[in-house]
C-alpha cells in the first residue's frame, strides 16, 4: 500500500471529502442521508468544524482517499465534552488500513481537544467499522431498533462509545 498522510481538512478538500461522502450515500447504509450533498451544504458543515471537533483526511498521492471528524453531539450544555465520531474511505481504497489509522488520529485529537466520550453511532451491517470501533476500544452500549429506513428495508444502528480520559493512547 502506497502510504498515505493524515492531516486536518482545510476548505480545499471539500471536493474529495463530499466525493466520498455521496458515494456513501448513494451506495450505503452508512449513513442515513438519501440525498446527495450539495457543496454549499458541505461548507455549511465544514464551518461548523474546528479545535474541538476536527475534520481530518487521508491523503494519498495527492487524492484525498479518507476523512473523519468528530461533531457535536447535541447542542445542549451539558453535552459540551461529548462528541459523535464519523469515518468514511473512498470505496477504492477499503481494507487497507486507512480507516483504522483515521480513527486512531482523530479520537487522539478528540482527547487533545478535552473531550470526555466518544460516540459511535453504526448501522447493522456495517462489520468493518465495528471492528475499528472495537479495535480502538469503543464498547457496545446499545442498539436502536429499526431507526432508519434506507433501500427498502428498516435499519438498526449499534451505539458504541469510548470514554477518552480512561483509554490509552
Known sequence: MTECTIRPANADDLAGITEIYNQAIINTVATFDTEPKTPEE?????????????????????????????????????????????????ESHRGKGIGRKLSEVVIKAGREAGLHTLI??????????????????????????????????????????????????
Open 42 to 90: 458541505q461548507r455549511v458543515w465544514f464551518n461548523e468544524h474546528g479545535d474541538k471537533y476536527p475534520i481530518l483526511v487521508a491523503e494519498q498521492l495527492g487524492a484525498i482517499v479518507g476523512w473523519a471528524s468528530l461533531s457535536e453531539w447535541s447542542d445542549r450544555r451539558a453535552y459540551s465534552d461529548t462528541a459523535e465520531i464519523s469515518l468514511y474511505v473512498a
Open 120 to 169: 459511535a453511532r453504526i448501522a447493522e451491517g456495517n462489520a468493518s467499522s465495528i471492528h475499528i470501533a472495537e479495535s480502538q476500544g469503543f464498547e457496545h452500549i446499545g442498539i436502536m431498533r429499526e431507526v432508519g429506513y434506507k433501500f427498502g428495508k428498516l435499519i438498526d444502528v449499534y451505539l458504541m462509545q469510548i470514554l477518552l480520559d480512561r483509554s490509552t493512547g
